[in-house]
């Protein structure tokens, strides 16, 4: 399932940067948006090194590909504003769809990974350990 919500995110960040590069589309500024991504840029790293602790803590390897998840959107955060910051200061339309690209090898292969592990999984020791917790 992890392998899947990777997959149709790094699917649309292609769809939206080719669509960017077909158009010459400039990308619109939102202050609030650019507020958010100021503040998760800090609050990020803090959950997924969280969310890590605690899945490794426990034995839980969904919780530490749901860490790996939020260090990829941080990812997507710094390269978000450096597109941003690209665009309103230099006037590149361009970087913003190009920035939207380099997030997609990070998250294809984060895809292949937990989908590779996916299949490792044996489903019958999964439900015994569920029920031993």
Known sequence: MLSAAFTIAVLFI????????????KSDTSWWGIGILLVSLFVKPLL??????YGKKT????????????MICEYQTIVVLVGIGLVQWQG????????????VPYGAWEAFEAGRD???VDPSNAETEEKNE
């Open 14 to 25: 292609c769809y939206e940067a080719i669509s960017k590069f077909i158009s010459g589309e």
């Open 48 to 53: 997924a090194w969280g969310k890590y602790h």
């Open 59 to 70: 034995g839980s390897p969904t919780l530490k590909y749901d860490a790996i998840d939020t």
């Open 92 to 103: 590149w339309w361009w970087a913003d769809p190009v920035a939207a690209l380099l997030i």
């Open 118 to 120: 996916a299949w490792k």
